[in-house]
């Protein structure tokens, strides 16, 4: 992952933001597991799985403070 | 879901802005889950179940210190 | 839940702070199971479960941490 | 528990805030399962528990965060 | 736990910090379960196993924010 | 781990913060288990399991919080 995927924090919405959190999110994903096969695999699973939802939603709401707080909450 | 469903994380209240943070957290896991008939089955499990149901609490919290924090506490 | 139930974050004494997080870790739980049958089930369950009672008390100390800072830390 | 049990987040030490930190994630146990007795069953249960002595250090964590913002580090 | 073992939060580098973070990650788990031979025997457990391993970590993040906040990250 | 791993929160760019906090997430693990064979046996693992993959990126996604904080959000 050596190209620029994260080039700012700041968004022009609230909107945009949380769409940033949950790239944010699925990132750590990626480098833990870079290969893209298995990842599908595992999507399959987590997907239709109500806990792994709860979860993956628990790391965007972290990721969506760093991002809101980055913005100054869009006021 | 390319419509506006976060014009802005401001609310008149503390109780609307828990809403928000309730809404807040619902969003990822649809953005994770699109089918909706998938998370109506999904929904039937978790909502009797306890441990999911302190684990969506948790997002719930996590979101609200964001929405809190961006309406300066309704001070 | 379309009373007032929340008219502010601030309180008191710390003590009234903790008091509040406490029923802002519930409420998220009320609005994703409504049917209170079914809640005091659920609670007869997690009431008895060791990991579920500090689950609970991690969603009340992240409550906690908003409060706090909407009271200033009630310095 | 209507008794004062927390009058103030102000600690002397880093350490008393740690103290109180441990204090601030019992209490949400203990109001959520009132029964000592129970308590001592399932204290007898998590204290030899991995998972359960990380979540409840995990507790104490978060609570750990909110009392030494309220004292400002102590520094 | 008599003695002082937290005199401070301040360390002159971000990694003593981050080590500051782990021993407060530790003595949660110490004053929850005081023996040290279950303690020992706990430990082989959780250190061979992944799931405990990265919510020790979880643990260690969450009391770094406090650490690093505390040394105005070090700036 | 006496060695300097870690001279700085302070990283040129958003992107390079984010690798940071991987780093910071990993370190811990390391502290907790350092025989490299046996982090390497668990990392086959949970790099394959997706609840673990979603609690790694959560880790992340709390250091990621300190490392954007320490950067003041690259504004």
Known sequence: MS????????????????ELAVKLSRV????TQPDPEIRDDLRKVYESDADAL????????THYQTVAAANNYWR
Request: aromatic share 8%; net charge neutral.
């Open 54 to 61: 709860i979860a993956v939603s628990a790391v965007v709401a």
């Open 28 to 31: 750590a994903v990626k480098m």
């Open 3 to 18: 190209e620029t995927w994260l080039p700012s924090l700041i968004t022009k919405t609230p909107q945009e933001g949380y």
